[in-house]
């Protein structure tokens, strides 16, 4: 939702994205250039963080166009992983410390980008944005030049330069810019780590950033190259109109420090006119904000049943200090770090499929140390809580270990881990939309579901099986209570014959032609039915039925044409043909359509 996306200029360490503005700061490692100035001391600033502990990580990585990123390495501490086709990675037991975790991102013909959060308990779900190595710009040793932007972003060279060893360097220099504008939507996910700082006396700040400018300097042959010793640059940061009422005349200038994940004072920008204009001695990202002495802060939010409530926004409004925004986890959870003894006003989201006003609105705060919260938001007779469950197995049959669940609901798609061979996602929907789909991907085998289309079976939809095989175009999946999931990925059959549409699983091997039916009789569409048949036949005696009447919903999802996809989901009762019980059903099939 367009509302909740146009952040204020404040953006506070939330988990999930962790959205913190990265104002003017550049984005290669500090340690590239031996002459830089290193700051407050690294090693007594950690003790801020915590104890190490582990924690889960998911994240996706992405361009500026919203594409997927492949192969990107992913570095959290010593664990390593490159990102799949769809720019997922998973990192399990990642270590980590209690307040700070610290996410890289490397791709060549990217700029560096990296993430920061404060972790939580549950799985952290971190979006990455990497920004191309474009070049804007070529200047030459021993000349001045200035480099600028189309929107007046800048950046003065004096034309003295540096190797990454310290050595002189002497030739072309292609430079490479980006400004990054708060009033951006795309700046939290763009900017590195988060909105967190060491200020000049090496204490803990948050950060109100103005925006940023990343700089980053290639010899010819594609060297890194740093302003050499007792040269410096000027630097010119655009302001949109919206910043200027709160834009102060004079305003401190943060590096990022690319090795420790977080930023350093050092030096000050004045207001001219409409932009920032500094004076750096080396470059990475380079911001230009305001700090807060800042406190963690978590919030669990759950229903009035006690559930907790999971993939919701939450953005907390400071008067002094503007908005930030964050995602609970499926924990119900959200950390991160608020300015002190300031009241916040916290609005709970939905989508935009659900409208734009907020489910929940309360005054918290202030807190004056690191604080704990619960949340209860009330029910609402147009949103619906929904679990989508179901288990995750390879090729083989065995239980995926590392891999995930995609669940697309309107324009939002919310993911899962599995570890287990199991997985669980919990939201909350809109009464208007009751249709999903789901993807499951298993990342170490690379092998993958189809998209397949559901419709919810309030409050529980039991996908049953998927299988993750690049080989298997379609399947048959169902569950009877007490028995083990059955599922049938080859010789499925289905169409239409006139208004009477069926699917079944044709065995040639045995007696009887088939082991499960399923038929409407008045099919007109995708559409929800009370009037399907379900046979089962037992596969250690097919000529006796083991069950038959069935009663219950059948949601035809998706139908597409002749050779296309039939998506349909099933869950009810099915009564027994040898005795009076029912027992529970539910089941999903993909299958192509035959005729």
């Known amino acids: 939702m367009t509302s909740l996306k146009n952040y204020s200029r404040f953006i506070i360490i939330i988990l999930f994205y962790s959205f913190f503005i990265l104002s003017c700061n550049n984005d290669d490692s500090v340690t590239n250039n031996p002459n830089q100035n290193q700051g407050p001391n690294p090693s007594a600033f950690a003790e801020n963080f915590g104890n190490e502990i582990n924690r889960n990580f998911l994240g996706t990585v992405v361009d500026t166009n919203n594409n997927p990123i492949e192969n990107v390495m992913i570095s959290i501490g010593s664990s390593t992983a490159m990102t799949d086709s769809n720019g997922v990675f998973i990192i399990n037991a990642a270590t980590v410390n209690e307040r700070f975790g610290y996410v890289m991102a490397e791709k060549a013909g990217f700029i560096h980008a990296s993430r920061s959060v404060v972790p939580s308990s549950g799985t952290n779900k971190v979006r990455i944005m990497m920004l191309p190595e474009t070049v804007v710009g070529t200047t030459s040793s021993g000349t001045q030049e200035t480099i600028s932007l189309s929107n007046g972003a800048s950046v003065a060279l004096e034309g003295d330069y540096s190797k990454a060893d310290g050595t002189s360097y002497s030739g072309n220099v292609n430079v490479i810019m980006h400004h990054l504008d708060p009033a951006d939507e795309n700046m939290p996910d763009q900017m590195p780590g988060m909105l967190y700082a060491a200020n000049a006396q090496n204490e803990e700040r948050m950060l109100q950033t103005f925006g940023m400018l990343a700089v980053e300097l290639r010899g010819e042959n594609g060297e890194d190259l740093n302003l050499a010793e007792g040269s410096t640059a000027e630097i010119k940061v655009p302001l949109d109109a919206s910043l200027m009422a709160d834009a102060p005349s004079s305003i401190p200038l943060w590096y990022f420090d690319e090795t420790h994940g977080y930023w350093v004072e050092e030096g ?19 911001n230009c904000d305001i700090p807060a002495e800042a406190v963690n802060l978590c919030i669990t939010t759950s229903n009035v049943d006690g559930d907790f409530l999971s993939n919701l926004t939450i953005t907390l409004t400071s008067n002094s200090y503007g908005t930030t925004s964050g995602y609970t986890n499926q924990n119900g959870e959200v950390c991160g770090l608020v300015p002190s003894g300031e009241t916040l006003t916290m609005n709970v989201y939905y989508f935009d499929i659900c409208g734009s006003n907020p489910i929940h609105t309360e005054s918290i705060g202030p807190f004056n140390s690191d604080s704990i919260i619960s949340i209860t938001v009330q029910d609402d007779a147009d949103l619906i809580s929904e679990t989508v469950i179901g288990d995750f197995t390879t090729c083989n049959g065995d239980p995926v270990t590392d891999g995930y ?10 993911s899962d881990i599995v570890t287990d061979g199991t997985f669980e996602i919990n939201l909350i929907r809109c009464s208007s939309s009751n249709q999903f789909s789901i993807e499951a991907y298993d990342y170490v085998n690379v092998q993958q579901t189809d998209s397949i289309a559901y419709t919810f079976t309030t409050p529980i939809t039991n996908i049953g099986t998927l299988q993750s095989c690049n080989t298997i175009e379609e399947f048959i999946t169902y569950q009877v209570e007490g028995n083990p999931p059955i599922a049938y990925n080859f010789n499925v059959f289905g169409g239409v014959d006139g208004s009477y549409l069926y699917v079944s699983y044709y065995d040639p091997n045995q007696n009887s032609p088939y082991y499960f039916s399923l038929s409407i009789a008045s099919f007109n569409g995708p559409n929800s039915y009370t009037d399907a048949e379900i046979q089962i ?10 069950e038959n009447y069935f009663v219950g919903t059948t949601n035809v999802t998706y139908f597409g044409e002749v050779g296309d996809y039939m998506d349909i989901n099933f869950s009810g009762v099915i009564n027994d043909f040898n005795s009076d019980d029912t027992i529970p059903i539910s089941g999903t099939i993909h299958a192509l359509r035959d005729n």
């Open 268 to 286: 000050e920008a004045t207001l001219v006119g409409n932009e920032y204009v500094g004076t750096v001695s080396h470059f990475s990202f380079w």
């Open 537 to 546: 036949f037992d596969e250690n005696n097919s000529s006796t039925s083991l």
């Open 405 to 414: 669940v995609l669940l697309g609901y309107g324009y939002e798609t919310f």
